[in-house]
């Protein structure tokens, strides 16, 4: 991360931020510190989501339109703080305010997250336009920015992408369109004061195939040994996914975006590396037994304090 994302620069913005919207920050908790800075203030009830502008300010903007909509479908979502003008705007900064939902004692399930999306699917589109499913394009932004990237092993992830691009474009193309999450998984999920689970997160959020919210799942299974997970969020939402046509397309993009999520760290952490070289070499050599490891499970930096976790990649 640069120098001007840091968490003591992200705290002053913060700070920024809650006078411009008239709350205070006192016993604010820093949740994520990733391209997104988001914090928890219980005290008044909201979550602070600030991002980078320039590149940035389109995707803020583009989740509060979503917000918007989502409390007027009643969709199974987190929903926008009331009362406050948005995106919010502070210096080169952008961000976006929901309400605070409390911890609840029980925790969100892969059957949840099968039940959510299954009605997060029926939603008819939005009135207003979204990104087509481009995880060949997520991936060169990833490798654009990735200093510690091996020439041979970026000349191959090039590769890799360059081959699948056209395919993406074709599936597309035939696929029923649908809004889509982008990066549906349980860690994304919120269950609120009634009980109801929800979604949170729409940064990814995009217009493609339905079947991609399934992959990441049906993919964990394979390369993280959790085949119990898989069994559970296609009973819940009613279809097997590794079933479907499209099913290698599916998973080969999911794999290549839980590869590339991890090329900008690269420099910054040697357990990034070595897991991203295990992953990477799987994948060359064809291995689909391999197992890999979840990159927020690897060893923290010593000094990293045990309440703040690491920088969490999109992908697991």
């Not at 920024?16 to 908790?29: L, N, R, T």
């Not at 820093?30 to 991002?51: D, E, S, Y």
């Not at 917000?67 to 009331?82: H, Q, S």
């Amino acid at each position: 991360m640069s120098g001007r994302f840091t968490e003591e620069t992200m705290t002053a913005a913060l700070r920024d931020i809650a006078a411009v919207i008239d709350v205070s920050p006192e016993g604010a908790q820093l949740l994520q510190l990733t391209n997104n800075a988001v914090f928890a203030l219980p005290r008044p009830g909201i979550v602070i989501r600030i991002a980078r502008t320039h590149q940035l300010l389109g995707r803020v903007t583009k989740v509060v339109q979503l917000g918007r909509w989502f409390a007027e479908v009643d969709a199974p979502t987190i929903r926008l703080a009331p009362n406050v003008e948005q995106p919010v705007q502070v210096r080169d900064l952008a961000a976006s305010v929901w309400t605070y939902v409390p911890p609840h004692p029980s925790a969100p399930t892969v059957e949840d997250l099968g039940l959510v999306l299954r009605d997060f699917h029926d939603l008819d589109m939005p009135p207003f336009g979204l990104p087509t499913w481009d995880p060949i394009g997520d991936a060169r932004r990833r490798l654009i920015d990735a200093d510690g990237l091996d020439a041979d092993d970026r000349d191959f992830l090039v590769r890799w992408c360059d081959r699948l691009e056209p395919q993406v474009i074709a599936l597309n193309q035939r696929a029923q369109a649908r809004l889509v999450h982008g990066d549906a998984h349980v860690g994304n999920l919120l269950r609120d004061w009634s009980g109801r689970t929800v979604m949170c997160d729409f940064d990814a959020m995009c217009v493609g195939p339905w079947q991609i919210d399934l992959a990441a799942i049906a993919v964990g299974a394979t390369r993280f040994g959790n085949r119990e997970a898989q069994s559970a969020m296609a009973s819940a939402y009613g279809y097997e996914v590794t079933s479907d046509p499209a099913w290698p397309l599916l998973r080969e993009t999911r794999e290549l975006k839980m590869i590339a999520a991890a090329a900008p760290f690269l420099a910054a952490s040697t357990n990034a590396a070595t897991e991203f070289a295990v992953r990477l070499r799987s994948v060359r050599e064809y291995d689909q037994a391999a197992r890999w490891s979840p990159f927020a499970a690897l060893p923290r930096p010593r000094g990293t304090p045990e309440n703040l976790p690491l920088p969490r990649l999109k992908a697991p």
